[in-house]
């Protein structure tokens, strides 16, 4: 239901309506128009078939075959307005086409705009309205869409009533009958503004299920064409083999369907290609004929190309880039000379070339490389500054040798009896010695042959066991034998021990023996190799600490002198394994350029892996161990220790058997008995050590 304000609004806007009719006809009749049965009489958009109108509408309210819309009180002379053959009610406001159509001549003309661009068409849409001057006709334009789309219709204003559509295509000239399509509605009423929008009413019950719809059509392929017997009526048939198809199957044959292929025809050849980049490096020739080329430049030793044997080539190509690395490359083949095949391209005209051999190695000359080259080949010329494409294959690396003896190639000719000799190091050419052999012994060479053979040999500064020195057999009839270096030393070691005396047994010496001295390097932590000597000395410069020496043997002995430095007063500390005749580390001397003398001797050591229990107290297992009680012992792991212990940490043995011991935290502790308890957990694998090198002060010197 309205309410009062909307029905009076309602009111006001039909009588707004009146008033425009009235003021763009002033005919009588206008009543008779307002309350009329339908919306539209007449009013067809019709082409108007004369010659020169081009793109032209017309309004013809009496259009043959359009009998059943005209107007029914159309009167042949008529007297009042609705007897017209034109009249039409736009949504509550009168349009009275009075007087039109009379005739052809008198049609209301529209004018379509301008065709669309090629490949492109339209909808424009004609309609009657009511102006400020009274009824008119207009035609409104839409936009243009590719032919391929269907166009939409252009928007319409409030009020107008809609007459017909028209398909304007790309390039016509001449809008015809096919191209309009009738929008007129005769069923329509008279109506006001639209309402408001009512309330939104209850869902309707759920239709019933419609009928299942025909089974769409199918595609079927395979090689070769179909046979009858494949697929139904209006299905279609792909031959993957032809790229062609059938369909769709009529009749129950595919007889007559196809194939048509689905390769469109060769198209035309398209036009050449622009010239492909370089194979090789790009440079640019440069006659000179030596030293540096020039950035990106690359030269030959030789103005005719037949006797070129070095090119000059810059580390730098003709576009800046760094090309070292790859020069360098070009020797990196193991083939002795023939490294790979270099060719320098006229890029303008390929038919000028040099083509080369390398056969070796480039050198580095600063800016650039020379490379050692061979002609093969070359035809024309290179001009100066011309681009050029330097070109280079590599040889493969020389091949293993073969497996067969194969054959040895010796000169012409050679004297008989006459011993043969290596000819070079490839032990596959040989010549002739020059020596003779005759008689059943081995040779009648003489000594100054020999002498001279010897002579001429390389040296070998450091024999090998099986190194070979030949030797006149006095015992066995004076014939040549030879003799390895390995029997030569034992030979000489035998006869030296009935000479010298030998260290494993017990000897008197009738002469002083004596041992040198090897200086420690002072620092912080002052290092010390048991391996290098017995005999050390150090000078302090700065309190030190003795390091835990490397390459420890149970039972050697030795001295170490330590000297104060001009400041002196420099103090010795002493890492774990060490301990003192007196119990006590010794004092130095303190005055400066004092010098005290340490004797020591290693008195234990050993190291094993061990493995740890895990109770109260902990025991250690170390197979035949043969330590002592008291022993001072640390560990060292690649994981963790029960707790309880701990890395580089001195402990003391308690022995239990040849296989295992305790360890106490303190001697007095191992000779209390007071065992270490571990718990926890413990990862890794755990490395004992035991050391004991006993120190004694021999006394300063000053």
């Known amino acids: 239901m309205f309410s009062t304000q909307q029905q009076l609004d309602a009111l006001n806007t039909r009588l707004d309506a009146v008033a425009a009719a009235v003021v763009g006809n002033s005919q009588p009749g206008l009543l008779y128009a307002l309350v009329g049965s339908h919306v539209v009489f007449g009013c067809k958009i019709v082409a108007p078939g004369l010659s020169g109108l081009g793109m032209v509408l017309a309004l013809d309210g009496q259009a043959a075959g359009d009998e059943a819309n005209l107007n029914p009180d159309v009167q042949p002379t008529p007297a009042r307005p609705e007897e017209y053959p034109n009249i039409a009610n736009v949504y509550g406001s009168v349009l009275l086409l009075l007087n039109k159509n009379k005739t052809t001549l008198q049609d209301a003309a529209l004018t379509v705009q301008v065709a669309p661009a090629t490949g492109y068409h339209r909808y424009d849409i004609a309609f009657c309205y009511v102006g400020t001057a009274g009824p008119a006709v207009g035609i409104a334009q839409g936009a243009p869409v590719l032919n391929a789309s269907t166009p939409v219709d252009p928007s319409l204003p409030h009020g107008v009533l809609p007459l017909a559509r028209v398909h304007v295509q790309a390039g016509v000239t001449a809008i015809t009958a096919a191209d309009l399509t009738d929008l007129r509605t005769f069923t329509g009423r008279l109506k006001g503004e639209t309402g408001a929008t009512g309330a939104t009413g209850a869902t309707g019950a759920t239709g019933a299920t419609g009928a299942a719809g025909a089974d769409g059509k199918t595609w079927h392929n395979g090689s070769g064409a179909p046979s009858d017997g494949t697929g139904v009526n209006g299905d279609f048939y792909l031959d993957t083999t032809a790229d062609a198809y059938y369909g769709p199957k009529a009749g129950g044959t595919w007889v007559g369907t196809g194939p048509t292929s689905l390769i469109g025809a060769t198209g035309a050849t398209g036009p050449a290609g622009v010239d492909g980049i370089n194979a090789g490096l790009n440079y640019a020739w440069n006659t000179a004929t030596t030293g540096d080329p020039g950035s990106g430049k690359v030269l030959g030793n030789n103005a005719t190309y037949a006797s070129i044997t070095q090119i000059n080539i810059s580390k730098t190509d003709a576009n800046a880039a760094a090309m070292a690395t790859v020069l360098a490359r070009w020797g990196a083949s193991t083939t002795s000379g023939d490294k790979g095949v270099l060719r320098i391209v006229d890029v303008a005209n390929r038919a000028n070339f040099v083509e080369l051999k390398v056969t070796a190695a480039p050198t580095d000359a600063g800016t650039y490389q020379t490379v050692p080259v061979a002609h093969l080949a070359s035809n024309g010329t290179l001009a100066n500054a011309a681009s050029v494409s330097v070109e280079f294959e590599r040889s493969g690396d020389k091949g293993t040798d073969g497996a067969g003896a194969g054959d040895v190639v010796g000169p012409a000719s050679a004297t008989n009896n006459s011993p043969a000799l290596f000819d070079g190091t490839t032990g596959k050419l040989l010549k002739d010695s020059g020596l003779s052999l005759s008689g059943t012994n081995t040779g009648d060479e003489t000594t100054t042959t020999i002498g001279a053979l010897i002579n001429g040999a390389t ?244």
Do not use: C, E
């Open 459 to 702: 040296d070998k500064a450091t024999p090998v066991d099986a190194d070979l020195v030949g030797l006149v057999d006095s015992a066995g009839g004076n014939v040549l034998k030879k003799l390895s270096w390995a029997n030569i030393k034992a030979t000489l070691k035998t006869y030296f021990d009935t000479l010298y005396a030998a260290i494993a047994s017990n000897n008197t010496f009738t002469a002083a023996q004596r041992g040198s001295y090897t200086a420690l390097t002072d620092a912080a932590t002052i290092s010390i190799n048991l391996a290098a000597n017995n005999f050390f000395s150090v000078l302090l410069g700065g309190n030190r600490t003795l390091d835990v020496p490397t390459n420890i043997v149970q039972g050697q002995n030795g001295q170490i002198d330590v000297y104060q430095d001009g400041t002196g007063s420099r103090s010795l500390a002493y890492a774990w394994p060490y301990q003192f005749a007196s119990g006590t580390a010794p004092t130095l001397s303190t005055g400066k350029y004092t010098k005290d003398i340490l004797a020591y001797s290693v008195m234990v050591y050993a190291q094993s892996t061990v493995t740890v229990t895990i109770a109260t107290p902990g025991v250690v297992s170390w197979t035949a161990h043969g330590l002592k009680g008291g022993q001072r012992v640390q560990f060292a792991t690649t994981g963790a220790l029960p707790t309880g212990l701990a890395a580089s940490t001195s402990y003391y043995v308690i022995p239990v058997d040849a296989n295992s011991f305790q360890l106490a935290t303190s001697l007095a502790n191992a000779q209390a008995g007071t065992a270490i308890a571990t718990s926890g957990t413990q990862s890794g694998t755990h490395t004992l050590t035991a050391v004991t090198i006993v120190i004694s002060a021999l006394g300063g010197v000053a």
